[in-house]
């Protein structure tokens, strides 16, 4: 598994924005598909935003398209998470995950299980 770090959570008001960034020691060429996840108390674990780095596609969640995106700095092997406009709905913790080397985002880009490596999340909070 490799090993994944979130950071950059924060608490902000409605329409602001935050930057998160998963740092992944183990990432490598082989690791093609990265996610965000976010899950609430009681909730289930929903994906937000997907990555597919070999293929150069990117998925996003119905309700974050248009404020929400995702990016790679391979040489740093860290992915991000841009969120502007936020709203009350978006407070959550945050998880970054990978599926196993040479595996493709695909139709299963938000299906939790396809993931075998999770960071430990960070938390957003937004108020109105």
């Known amino acids: 598994q490799v090993q994944l770090v979130e950071s950059g959570g924060d608490s902000v008001q409605t329409g602001g924005s935050l930057r998160l960034s998963c740092v992944g020691p183990g990432f490598t060429n082989s690791t093609y598909c990265m996610a965000w996840f976010r899950q609430v108390p009681g909730k289930e674990r929903e994906g937000v935003a997907g990555l597919d780095r070999e293929e150069s596609s990117r998925y996003y969640a119905h309700d974050v398209k248009g404020r929400f995106a995702i990016s790679a700095d391979n040489a740093k092997n860290t992915l991000y998470l841009e969120m502007n406009s936020l709203k009350p709905e978006d407070t959550a913790m945050y998880y970054c995950?990978?599926?196993?080397?040479?595996?493709?985002?695909?139709?299963?880009?938000?299906?939790?299980?396809?993931?075998?490596?999770w960071g430990q999340g960070t938390q957003v909070t937004v108020s109105s």
């Open positions: 995950a990978t599926k196993r080397p040479f595996v493709h985002c695909s139709w299963a880009v938000f299906v939790e299980s396809a993931y075998n490596s």
